[in-house]
């Protein structure tokens, strides 16, 4: 289900589709244009003398060519464009995703409750309605790009700006900060995950819930070392911890498919490994490392973690 590759060639919806169309139409164009020069030109070098017309050639090809060619991309890319869905939250599920150095923030609203359910490095979306994401940053320029779904919208500090996704079949997109950001922007991907509107509704109210309790001593070890390690200054596990907001909240971190924006798969080992040193998988982000933690307590608070579905 996963679709890994990231393309502009594969769409996964409605304006995704009329993306790749242009892209199809500049290319197959682009490349009979291409053709038919180099075959022109071939012809023009073996002859010997001036043909006939050549101010024809000059000015059919080199002006009126052109212009009708260039007029008409014009004139379809523009009446295409506006089947575009509009930028409009009316009627939308809002979403709104903030850019981080190098991780995204997500947030909902429940409808249930109204309470605020915040994710990281994920999307999840119903397929078949538009879903409105309200775009921000919290430092420096970042770009969300989801090719096999939607265009790309930069994501500026101090400002919103939105993007509207849809997506018509299920699938996971992947996406990729698409703006220079600094050391770690290669490493700076999510997933857009697109389930039918019942699976989406049922993964929101999952999310709305506060995080599992720790029902056995090693889990009840990881939680505890959550705590005595400060993790909660810069994380939230609602129901354990709450208010920061400097990392990921980690409420539900075991029910997500990556950990570090894209970059390891969730499991026991990979947070294991990422919490004593996150510099090697990722250096420069801002996560510090846990040199001193003994093996049994890493042990006991990545298994916390991975618990958290
Ligand atoms: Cu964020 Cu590049």
């Known amino acids: 289900m996963e679709n890994t590759l990231q393309s502009v060639l594969h769409p996964g919806g409605w304006d995704a589709a009329i993306i790749s169309q242009f892209a199809w139409v500049m290319f197959g164009a682009g490349a009979l244009i291409f053709v038919a020069v180099m075959a022109l030109l071939y012809l023009s070098l073996r002859r010997q003398e001036r043909p006939a017309g050549a101010l024809l050639w000059i000015g059919g090809g080199g002006i009126a060519f052109p212009v009708v060619v260039l007029s008409a991309l014009l004139g379809w890319s ?54 409105h994401l309200g775009l921000n940053s919290a430092d420096v320029i970042h770009s969300l790009w989801v090719p096999s779904l939607a265009g790309k919208r930069d994501m500026v500090p101090g400002r919103v700006t939105s993007l509207t ?24 991907a999510l997933h857009v995950v697109a389930s ?54 980690l409420t539900h971190v075991g029910s997500r498919m990556y950990i570090g924006a894209g970059l390891l798969r969730t499991h026991r080992a990979t947070l294991q490994g990422w919490i004593a040193d996150p510099q090697a998988s990722k250096p420069g982000v801002f996560m510090p490392g846990s040199p001193e933690l003994d093996a049994e307590t890493l042990r006991a608070l990545s298994t916390y973690l991975e618990h958290l579905k």
């Open 165 to 188: 996704l849809r997506a018509d079949k299920p699938g996971i997109y992947r996406g990729q900060c698409a703006e220079y950001c600094g050391a770690q922007h290669a490493k700076m």
């Open 78 to 131: 523009t009446w295409r464009s506006a089947q575009l869905a509009p930028q409009s939250s009316h009627g939308a599920l809002s979403i709104s995703v903030t850019a981080k150095m190098w991780w995204w923030e997500v947030r909902y609203r429940d409808p249930a409750s109204g309470l605020e359910v915040v994710t990281a490095n994920e999307i999840h979306i119903p397929t078949g309605r538009a879903v």
């Open 196 to 249: 039918s509107p019942q699976e989406f509704d049922a993964w929101l109210a999952r999310q709305a819930r506060p995080a599992l309790p720790a029902n056995s001593p090693v889990l009840e070890r990881g939680r505890t070392a959550f705590l005595e390690q400060r993790c909660q200054a810069c994380h939230t596990i609602r129901g354990v911890a709450e208010g920061a907001r400097l990392g990921p909240d």
